[in-house]
């Protein structure tokens, strides 16, 4: 079995505040996919990354998949209320993006 | 983009009872679909793997018996809780992807309670 772990599990912050996310497998994954969830909602993709060492930014996220594709981190800069929500990292099996599994998610609060 | 519709988005059901949870895509073809289960505040598990016209695969641990799962065309795969229990109660979600290759478009979810 794949596991992801994540963390950390819980993160609660003041506006402005910088922040990051780890998610660490001891095995590869073909790709690592981050998502955001509002309760009661499903998720919502952001980014994928599939190459190691890959970087890419989406206005004030930063998200880097490892050399070895074992790992993942999601950076925010300036943090803002609304970037609360609970944010998942989840691996592809294979050639699959669609078969995850997922991390155990990190709750985000982000207090003005 | 793609949009995938699950109905319902809350029910209540007493024990014993079945409920039947719809997963569409609107605007593609999913000729793959995946069922997950998410507990309040914790991440989202596997259930099972469905593909259009074929026997859904379970991931173990799930009882095929318990969580029906039809894919009878590829725009709706629906999930069956038979005879749900207090324990069953969660929160469901589908995804479906065009293709085995291809990115994952996620439903809104499913509060199940069963009373």
């Known amino acids: 079995t794949q596991l992801l772990e994540q963390s950390p599990q819980f993160l609660s912050i003041q506006e402005g505040e910088n922040l990051t996310v780890y998610c660490n497998s001891s095995?590869?994954?073909?790709?690592l996919q981050w998502y955001r969830q509002e309760p009661g909602e499903g998720p919502v993709l952001l980014v994928t990354v599939v190459t190691g060492g890959e970087v890419k930014k989406l206005k004030r996220l930063t998200f880097q998949f490892g050399d070895a594709r074992k790992d993942s981190s999601l950076h925010i800069t300036a943090a803002q209320p609304g970037d609360t929500g609970l944010y998942l990292c989840a691996g592809a099996r294979g050639t699959s993006y669609g078969k995850l599994t997922f991390g155990q998610g990190t709750i985000l609060t982000v207090h003005p | 983009g793609a949009v995938v519709s699950q109905h319902p988005s809350r029910v209540i059901c007493k024990s014993g009872t079945s409920v039947k949870i719809e997963c569409r895509s609107l605007?593609?073809?999913?000729?793959?679909m995946f069922w997950y289960r998410q507990f309040p505040k914790q991440s989202l598990m596997l259930m099972a793997t469905?593909?259009?016209?074929?026997?859904?695969?379970?991931e173990q641990g799930v009882e095929k018996d318990k969580f029906l799962i039809n894919h009878a065309s590829l725009t709706l795969s629906t999930l069956t809780v038979t005879s749900a229990h207090p324990e069953d109660s969660s929160f469901y979600i589908c995804s479906g992807a065009q293709g085995y290759n291809s990115p994952l478009h996620f439903g809104n979810g499913t509060r199940l309670t069963v009373t």
């Open positions: 469905s593909n259009e016209g074929s026997k859904a695969t379970y």
């Open positions: 605007d593609f073809q999913a000729t793959t």
């Open positions: 095995s590869v994954f073909s790709s």
